[in-house]
């Protein structure tokens, strides 16, 4: 009976901390995205008053265009859609037109210091994001 307990226990407590981590927290908005990223980017480069509001409208009209693209990928999977290959290869082509533009804008705005401390810290991320994903792709394939 004891054993009974103990395993019933186990089960609804393990339950309820799936349901917890999968409704997560509260997301934030674009503009709070925004002002968070450009003073974490203040810390690390030091920006003066005018890097920062020429940053922040670019990160700000980044982060809706993310925002959309997430709301319309997401309700095209709740459909059951999926990106055709040459969907794939213009979301990909976008992407990468993004970046170069991203870096450009931001070459303009920083410093050559500046900026050469920018695209390190900005390497680095995107490595960590990329072992994050191969990991991810790892797990759903062991399961």
């Known amino acids: 009976m004891k054993k009974l307990i103990l395993a019933i226990a186990l089960v609804m407590t ?32 030091d920006l003066d ?9 670019i990160f700000l009209e980044q982060a809706k265009k993310r925002e959309a693209k997430m709301a319309e990928m997401k309700a095209k999977r709740e459909k059951g859609e999926k990106p055709s290959a040459d969907e794939r290869f213009e979301m990909k082509n976008k992407m990468l037109d993004n970046q170069i533009e991203m870096k450009a804008k931001m070459k303009k705005i920083l410093k050559p210091e500046q900026y050469k401390k920018w695209e390190e810290n900005h390497d680095e991320k995107a490595a960590q994001a990329k072992e994050k994903m191969q990991k991810r792709v790892k797990e759903r394939r062991g399961n």
């Open 14 to 45: 393990t339950l309820t901390f799936a349901q917890d981590r999968k409704q997560g927290r509260e997301k934030l908005t674009p503009e709070q995205q925004t002002e968070l990223h450009v003073k974490k980017m203040t810390l690390d480069l």
């Open 49 to 57: 008053a005018q890097q920062q509001k020429e940053v922040k409208t």
